[in-house]
């Protein structure tokens, strides 16, 4: 009996398809690998040739878009036309998308998708922009680079003319957030934001557009209570910072937001008053670090998170504590990070500051700051009135390169120093009667807009000039490759393209 | 041989009689009635017992105002019907407890100024059960409960056992919202006392009710920023008062996780 049930269930009728033909495959011609498109002015007009390997084909096709770099919601495929060509008028913000093509073989049912990058622009999206004052009111300079990375045109005092006014206060710091939350599109989602700051204000911009999204009155969640001066500056773990009045809020980029920053961050349990330093040292790779003006102290915040700093533990052998050290700062930034192996995988930072004893002015330090996490070491350098950098102003440093710091000297004069043999080398003085403004190192490695400029700001009879040079070994290589001019005092300096991200050049001063 | 044969048949006639189909309750018999969450968590398992209690107080109201409307979701289970069906509400008292009075805080089930809306209408089988409170003076000083249940009637016959009864605790006096959750305990606020509750509309302007919780959680940063800024004052409260921290109703001193 189990003999015949089994007789009877093993043998089955083989339907399999044994029929090995080759594939079909179905060929578009006449498709770029990627567009680069100005909206509400250029059309998409393609005419591909479509063949496939199975005689009696019959296509349909369909044209989408969809956009890139979207959080917090699957992107959604917007359909343009379902013709063999494409004439399309590009009304996408100004952004990255990606055209899709599918062609369809009717009789077989096989696909065919051909997925390209567009680039959205639009004449804001790409160049040179400078923040700017006249010494009680900010604006931006806008240098077009339409086919390379030297300036071809220029459009000034753009954020007055586009909303109305100036900003308030003089110019700081230039920052670019490529992933702040906005509505400006009538939907939130991810903005390719410029940050314009000043002594008394900050304004969050629409970099598609030029206009202001928020200003310091509503980029809180309530009035803030001090108004400047203000900072913006990403960090790690997509958190954003916000200095304003020496007070620290942030936004937690990772989670849902509406591009407001939270709450002052307490310094402790008994909420200490502390008044931060304009310096910090932070990119989007780890920590953001901080300097309490007021106690002398390094503090930290991971990622955005939490209530209140964080301190920082001394390292065995630093030549200062990081806390209460009793003194000034007169100048912070990032030198570089490293990435340590397993089983670390994390980044270390490696900083640098000149300090000036608040008991004993005329005591000032260099000061290298190995940082791992929340503990750091200090190694120290006196510094008198030999070296140059003891009177510098204008301080920067040359992030990921040459171990080297700039600085000015004498109001006219450009100055390097070695950090690891501590030699001073003066690199250029501006012409008489111009004053330096700040000294700036950024670099790009766009394609056709690659750059690795030291540019010096200086100003004079209420004009500026902005000179970018060419950096061979640490050194300006040189005459300037370009000169930036315009009314008013020029602060800071920052190139803008549809590739830039938040992660392309380090915010310090 | 006959050995064999016999443990065969054994062996088939186990195999036949093994396999029986449970005998579920399909609820498929008559028209049943129960509770449930709002429409849109109908099919989130996590919120089946969603809203079972809901605290209501006056407190924030206009002296005015003399009663309010709370409103649950019922659901009929069974299938529609070509005609409306009424379903009956019925108080049941809570031992050790003070007890709701129908006529003095709440109207009762029985009167057609609410039982008219006790219906679930051909076609549907959704509909939300007003129950009205009434501000009567002795909620300034009590928080009765009103416990009520569906009961059977000609056109339903109860829902599951553990989704048939509702619960409201009424009063005028400021008390624990109901969105003032387990989560919200756990990971923001802390636990709820009437004391904290004060403080936290004293110090930022805002009524910390349902509504204020509920966009807590809808406004990206907003809770977080309102975390930061009360443990802030409630930081500088005691700093004011050294030696003197802010302590609650059960004598505990009032934190912020």
């Given at each position: 009996?189990?003999?015949?049930?089994?007789?009877?269930?093993?043998?089955?009728?083989?339907?399999?398809?044994?029929?090995?033909?080759?594939?079909?495959?179905?060929?578009?011609?006449?498709?770029?690998?990627?567009?680069?498109?100005?909206?509400?002015?250029?059309?998409?007009?393609?005419?591909?040739?479509?063949?496939?390997?199975?005689?009696?084909?019959?296509?349909?096709y369909l044209w989408g878009i969809y956009e890139t770099n979207v959080q917090g919601s699957a992107p959604v495929l917007d359909t343009l036309a379902k013709t063999k060509d494409l004439n399309y008028l590009i009304k996408q913000a100004a952004k990255g998308w990606v055209l899709v093509y599918r062609v369809t073989n009717k009789t077989t049912g096989y696909s065919q998708y051909i997925n390209v990058p567009v680039n959205v622009v639009t004449e804001f999206t790409r160049g040179w922009y400078v923040a700017k004052d006249d010494g009680t009111q900010s604006d931006l300079d806008l240098f077009l680079t339409p086919t390379s990375i030297v300036p071809t045109g220029k459009r000034e005092n753009l954020y007055s003319s586009i909303n109305g006014s100036k900003l308030p206060g003089q110019a700081n710091l230039l920052s670019f957030?490529?992933?702040?939350?906005?509505?400006?599109?009538?939907?939130?989602?991810?903005?390719?934001?410029?940050?314009?700051?000043?002594?008394?204000?900050?304004?969050?911009?629409?970099?598609?557009?030029?206009?202001?999204?928020?200003?310091?009155?509503?980029?809180?969640?309530?009035?803030?209570?001090?108004?400047?001066?203000?900072?913006?500056?990403?960090?790690?773990?997509?958190?954003?910072?916000?200095?304003?009045?020496?007070?620290?809020?942030?936004?937690?980029?990772?989670?849902?937001?509406?591009?407001?920053f939270g709450g002052r961050f307490l310094k402790d349990a008994n909420n200490t008053p502390y008044s931060l330093s304009k310096y910090f040292i932070s990119n989007t790779l780890s920590n953001a670090y901080f300097f309490d003006e007021t106690s002398s102290t390094f503090f930290a915040i991971g990622n955005g998170y939490g209530t209140a700093l964080s301190s920082i533990s001394d390292v065995t052998g630093t030549a200062m504590s990081a806390s209460n050290n009793n003194q000034k700062v007169l100048y912070m930034g990032l030198k570089s990070a490293t990435y340590l192996p397993s089983p670390a995988l994390r980044y270390v930072f490696t900083g640098c500051a000149v300090f000036q004893d608040k008991s004993n002015s005329s005591n000032k330090t260099l000061s290298s700051i190995d940082i791992d996490g929340y503990t750091m070491k200090l190694t120290n350098t006196s510094l008198t009135n030999a070296d140059k950098l003891y009177n510098g102003a204008n301080m920067t440093l040359m992030y990921g390169q040459e171990n080297l710091m700039y600085f000015s000297m004498g109001g006219n004069q450009v100055w390097s120093r070695n950090l690891s043999n501590n030699f001073e080398k003066l690199e250029y003085t501006v012409p008489?009667?111009?004053?330096?403004?700040?000294?700036?190192?950024?670099?790009?490695?766009?394609?056709?807009?690659?750059?690795?400029?030291?540019?010096?700001?200086?100003?004079?009879?209420?004009?500026?000039?902005?000179?970018?040079?060419?950096?061979?070994?640490?050194?300006?290589?040189?005459?300037?490759?370009?000169?930036?001019?315009?009314?008013?005092?020029?602060?800071?300096?920052?190139?803008?393209?549809?590739?830039?991200?938040?992660?392309?050049?380090?915010?310090?001063? | 041989m006959k050995k064999l044969l016999y443990l065969v048949l054994l062996v088939a006639v186990a195999a036949v009689s093994s396999c029986k189909q449970d005998q579920y309750y399909l609820y498929n018999d008559i028209g049943r009635v129960q509770f449930g969450p709002e429409p849109s968590r109908i099919y989130t398992t996590s919120y089946d017992l969603a809203d079972t209690l809901k605290p209501y107080t006056f407190y924030y109201e206009d002296a005015a105002v003399k009663e309010d409307t709370i409103f649950f979701d019922i659901y009929a289970i069974g299938g529609t019907t070509k005609t409306d069906r009424a379903f009956t509400l019925e108080q049941e008292q809570i031992p050790n407890a003070v007890n709701a009075v129908a006529g003095t805080h709440y109207v009762a089930f029985s009167d057609p100024k609410v039982s008219k809306f006790y219906v679930i209408k051909a076609g549907t089988v959704h509909t939300r059960v007003p129950v009205i409170v009434l501000r009567d003076a002795s909620l300034k000083t009590s928080t009765p409960k009103l416990k009520f249940k569906i009961a059977a009637n000609a056109d339903f016959q109860l829902g599951e056992p553990n989704k048939i009864w509702r619960k409201i605790e009424v009063t005028d006096r400021l008390s624990q919202p109901a969105q003032w959750t387990a989560s919200f305990t756990q990971y923001y606020f802390g636990k709820y006392s009437v004391v904290k509750h004060a403080f936290l509309i004293n110090s930022s302007g805002e009524k910390w009710d349902n509504d204020f919780i509920n966009n807590l959680y809808a406004v990206g940063g907003l809770l977080s920023y309102y975390q930061l800024t009360m443990k802030t004052a409630l930081i500088n409260y005691n700093n004011a008062h050294p030696g003197a921290p802010l302590v609650d109703e059960f004598g505990e001193v009032v934190v912020f996780p």
């Open positions: 009996m189990m003999v015949v049930v089994a007789m009877m269930t093993a043998c089955k009728k083989d339907h399999s398809n044994y029929d090995y033909k080759t594939g079909e495959k179905i060929t578009v011609k006449g498709i770029e690998s990627s567009y680069t498109l100005i909206s509400e002015l250029d059309r998409l007009t393609l005419t591909p040739e479509v063949s496939s390997t199975e005689p009696n084909a019959q296509f349909e957030l490529s992933a702040y939350k906005s509505t400006v599109t009538g939907t939130l989602g991810n903005t390719r934001t410029l940050v314009l700051s000043t002594d008394k204000d900050v304004a969050t911009v629409n970099v598609n557009t030029l206009k202001k999204i928020f200003t310091l009155d509503n980029l809180l969640f309530d009035a803030p209570t001090v108004k400047g001066p203000c900072q913006v500056f990403p960090g790690g773990g997509s958190a954003y910072y916000l200095l304003n009045g020496g007070n620290v809020h942030s936004i937690v980029n990772i989670s849902a937001n509406i591009g407001k008489a009667g111009e004053e330096i403004t700040f000294i700036r190192h950024k670099t790009g490695a766009e394609t056709n807009y690659a750059y690795n400029y030291i540019m010096v700001g200086s100003k004079i009879n209420g004009t500026y000039k902005i000179r970018m040079f060419n950096k061979a070994s640490g050194s300006i290589s040189g005459s300037p490759v370009a000169t930036l001019e315009g009314t008013g005092t020029a602060k800071d300096i920052l190139y803008i393209s549809p590739s830039v991200s938040e992660s392309t050049n380090t915010i310090q001063w | -």
